[in-house]
């Protein structure tokens, strides 16, 4: 099946705790980003990148970092959790093109939650 | 800041009936774009219409967009209960990297 995959689906730490999240995509695409939705469903975008390139880092802290292994992978590595991170994280892959627009396809996303 | 809020927050009809959520966002874009969300899943991907376009069809959805008041209205049709979901809008910005800005979506309940 083509995809966005993403690994946990669902990951309970304790403060303190580094952890990460893995995304896989298998659409072809050239740009994946990470997002994370809050308790109250509020979508902030927090990085993009485009073949391996970081092409947007919405200030978010520095304990998290995102890794691009190649086009197709685009990990998250949170350090030192806090209770506020958590959340529910999703990848997305699209084609970026002329601006005239695609989709993103979105992964199923990962519930963290930090204890 | 955020992009797109909808209106309304929430929405809960019968079977059968017309659904109708708005969104408005504050910066010229070069596409809008629509979303569905399932409890505990997902976006999905429903409908794009860009800056030049006024109206877009699939299906049972209806969406229009009026660059002139930025704003855009998603409608469902014949609403299934299968319709039950979170929809979000979401902008694609002129300028800066290509990113989607999303509201914070209307919750739709269809009541069988």
């Known amino acids: 099946d083509t995809a966005v995959s993403q690994t946990p689906k669902y990951l309970v730490t304790q403060m303190g705790n580094d952890k990460s999240i893995k995304c896989e995509q298998n659409?072809?695409?050239?740009?994946m980003y990470w997002y994370k939705q809050d308790s109250k469903k509020f979508l902030k975008i927090m990085f993009s990148?485009?073949?391996?390139?970081?092409?947007i880092n919405e200030t978010v802290p520095n304990r998290f970092s995102p890794k691009s292994p190649d086009k197709a992978h685009l990990n998250l590595h949170i350090n030192s959790l806090e209770l506020g991170d958590s959340a529910v994280y999703f990848c997305?892959?699209?084609?970026?093109?002329?601006?005239?627009?695609?989709?993103?396809?979105f992964g199923s996303g990962t519930r963290l939650t930090v204890v | 800041s955020q992009q797109g809020e909808e209106d309304p927050q929430a929405l809960s009809i019968q079977e059968g009936e017309n659904a109708t959520m708005n969104c408005s966002y504050k910066?010229?874009?070069?596409?809008l774009q629509w979303y569905r969300q399932n409890s505990g899943r997902g976006l999905v991907h429903l409908i794009l219409?860009?800056?030049?376009?006024r109206e877009k069809h699939s299906g049972r959805l209806r969406v229009t967009l009026d660059t002139s008041k930025k704003s855009s209205s998603l409608l469902i049709t014949a609403s299934r209960a299968a319709d039950t979901a979170s929809y979000f809008c979401?902008?694609?910005?002129?300028?800066?990297?290509?990113?989607?800005?999303f509201g914070q979506g209307t919750r739709l309940t269809i009541n069988p």
């Open positions: 997305a892959s699209s084609q970026v093109g002329d601006r005239g627009g695609y989709g993103y396809t």
């Open positions: 659409l072809g695409h050239d740009t």
């Open positions: 979401a902008t694609d910005a002129i300028g800066g990297a290509q990113k989607l800005v």
């Open positions: 990148y485009n073949n391996k390139e970081l092409i």
């Open positions: 219409i860009r800056s030049n376009e």
């Open positions: 910066t010229s874009i070069n596409n």
